[in-house]
T-cell receptor, first 113, second 112 residues
Framework: QQQVKQSPQSLIVQKGGISIINCAYENTAFDYFPWYQQFPGKGPALLIAIRPDVSEKKEGRFTISFNKSAKQFSLHIMDSQPGDSATYFC????????????FGAGTRLFVKA | DVKVTQSSRYLVKRTGEKVFLECVQDMDHENMFWYRQDPGLGLRLIYFSYDVKMKEKGDIPEGYSVSREKKERFSLILESASTNQTSMYLCAGQGAYGNTIYFGEGSWLTVV
């Protein structure tokens, strides 16, 4: 009930392409869905987040698509750049879990120049 | 700028040693967390604290304990380090009413 399943585990994309990472959750009480970006040797940092009252949120080249009925959300990185190469974690929090955040297993993205 | 500082970035300890990982936050955040990060397993919550002297077990508390004597400081303690505790440890802070988690840069622990 508390799991967040993330796929793929790793992803290689050509420069300029679209990177897509998917996540699925089980607990319908979750009400906050962030994505964190982690560069090697650094801690994760918030990239973008969405609440379930909207189906899409865009910030620059990064877009979250949210499907409440399917209990799925995804991160799209448009015009992917080598500097986007990092590990991405989806997460969910809220509801009966309170402030406790559940993270996906992570996706290692490599953007080829 | 928000800051969570983990004082030890790289440590090598022997099996059976007691290990202290220290974390300090300057955000006046109520909530603090210790996560463990392993390849393919993501971020797993070890312990968290929502107030001074308060602590709650996360998903993998076995072999660990924590201490929070001051609001800004949250310590992770490995009572008797074992090789399966070799990992990267991440400390994080979060405001009482906020959702965003702010992570430190991580502490790489190798137990030999």
């Amino acid at each position: 009930q508390q799991q967040v399943k993330q796929s793929p585990q790793s992803l290689i994309v050509q420069k300029g392409g679209i990177s897509i990472i998917n996540c699925a959750y089980e607990n319908t009480a979750f009400d906050y869905f962030p994505w964190y970006q982690q560069f090697p040797g650094k801690g994760p940092a918030l990239l973008i987040a969405i609440r379930p009252d909207v189906s899409e949120k865009k910030e620059g080249r990064f877009t979250i698509s949210f499907n409440k009925s399917a209990k799925q959300f995804s991160l799209h990185i448009m015009d992917s750049q080598p500097g986007d190469s990092a590990t991405y974690f989806c997460a969910a929090s809220g509801g009966t879990g309170g402030f406790k955040t559940i993270f996906g297993a992570g996706t290692r993205l490599f953007v080829k120049a | 700028d928000v800051k969570v500082t983990q004082s030890s970035r790289y440590l090598v300890k022997r099996t059976g040693e007691k290990v202290f990982l220290e974390c300090v936050q300057d955000m006046d955040h109520e909530n603090m967390f210790w996560y463990r990060q392993d390849p393919g397993l993501g971020l797993r919550l070890i312990y968290f604290s929502y107030d001074v002297k308060m602590k709650e077990k996360g998903d993998i508390p076995e072999g660990y304990s924590v201490s929070r004597e001051k609001k800004e400081r949250f310590s992770l303690i490995l009572e008797s380090a074992s090789t399966n505790q070799t990992s990267m440890y991440l400390c994080a802070g979060q405001g009482a009413y906020g959702n965003t988690i702010y992570f430190g840069e991580g502490s790489w622990l190798t137990v030999v």
